[in-house]
């Protein structure tokens, strides 16, 4: 891959600057795949974190300067062979957030709508050996404890579904949040819940219109 730059129309990447030659610089990558920026011989000479270069490595996230001031902004030149691999190594992260957080919300519901509804049946537990103190001097407290044992599952159920109704919403809020996120950098097209390792794999965008290269090397 050999993306040449400079300010002639018939550069892969035209850099429309008074301080730039026409033939100013190539953007290319070695046979490990690392980036590299190389000087055409230009007038002004190509810098790298401000030191003048003939050619040097590079990543992403070097500051590559032709001339006295035009900044080659690295990502925008290598879309020019369709190389989004910068933009979709972050979707590693997006993938694992949205596992993360879709784990986090269903097992924290499990946890409360289990402790809701087991609660009332430690309550009924409780008002048993009430009963069996009291239960025989009062009958109020016998008919209250009756009350209690009758009411408290019903609650606790209650409350535990009340919890459960919770979880569609939020488990769709995350959905839609990942689809919008976990898309292709180039089309935009919804890579699906697919592991970010799997769509690695297979390195480039599958759509026909796209071919995006998800992985440079
Ligand atoms: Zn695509």
């Known amino acids: 891959m050999i993306i040449r730059i400079g300010k002639a129309e018939d550069n892969d990447y035209v850099a429309d600057d008074a301080y730039v030659s026409r033939y100013h610089a190539r953007l290319g ?25 003939i050619k040097k490595k590079i990543t992403s996230s070097d500051s590559v300067r032709l001339g006295s001031h035009y900044i080659l902004n690295v990502r925008e030149a290598l879309k020019f062979d369709n190389d989004y691999s910068e933009e979709f190594a972050i ?4 993938y694992n957030d949205y596992i993360k957080e879709k784990i986090r919300i269903q097992s924290s519901n499990q946890f409360k709508t289990r402790l809701f509804q087991s609660l009332p049946f430690a309550m009924t537990g409780v ?39 919770k979880i569609p919403e939020l488990l769709q809020y995350l959905a839609n949040k ?16 697919v592991p970010w390792e799997s769509l690695a794999n297979k390195k480039q965008c599958p759509a026909t219109n796209c071919r995006a290269k998800w992985v440079r090397k």
């Open 127 to 165: 008002m048993g050996l009430v009963i069996a103190f009291f239960g025989r001097r009062s009958q109020g407290i016998f008919i209250i404890s009756l009350l209690l044992a009758i009411c408290a599952p019903t609650i606790g159920i209650y409350f535990g579904a009340r919890q459960s109704a």
């Open 29 to 53: 990558q070695d046979d490990n795949g690392a980036l590299f920026i190389e000087d055409l011989n230009s007038t002004n000479g190509t810098f790298v974190n401000d030191n003048r270069i």
């Open 178 to 193: 990942f689809k919008i996120d976990y898309v292709c950098p180039k089309c935009g097209a919804f890579l699906g819940e």
């Open 91 to 94: 979707l590693k992260s997006v």
